[in-house]
């Protein structure tokens, strides 16, 4: 099994930057993907950012350029920069794991104001 912990959410006004954090433990070895995922009131959960165990990275058209997934050198905690931030960002973001099964983390609120 696969834990996550996220941190690093919080209310920032629009144009502002943030950097969301997602520590894994557990069965590290077999993580093949981690990424974020986001959710507003209202809204289905929509994918934000991706990386693979080889550093390959994906993201939407509605982020690409301003949100950027990285991970530290173990390959244990994955950070997303997030710069720009718009009103339409705002939402609970959730890290989740790909290992066989897709772990996700508790969620961090983000709340970007106009």
């Known amino acids: 099994q696969v834990q996550l912990v996220e941190s690093g959410g919080g209310l920032v006004q629009a144009g502002g930057s943030l950097r969301l954090s997602c520590a894994a433990s557990?069965?590290?070895?077999?993580?093949?993907?981690m990424g974020w995922y986001r959710q507003a009131p209202g809204k289905q959960r929509e994918l934000v950012a991706a990386?693979?165990?080889?550093?390959?990275?994906n993201y939407p058209d509605s982020v690409k350029g301003r949100f950027t997934i990285s991970r530290d050198s173990r390959k244990i905690t994955t950070y997303l920069q997030m710069n720009s931030l718009q009103p339409e960002d705002t939402g609970s973001y959730y890290c989740?794991?790909?290992?066989?099964?897709?772990?996700w983390g508790q969620g961090t609120q983000v709340t970007v104001s106009s």
């Open positions: 557990g069965s590290i070895f077999s993580i093949s993907a």
């Open positions: 990386i693979t165990s080889d550093g390959r990275t």
């Open positions: 989740y794991a790909q290992a066989g099964l897709i772990y």
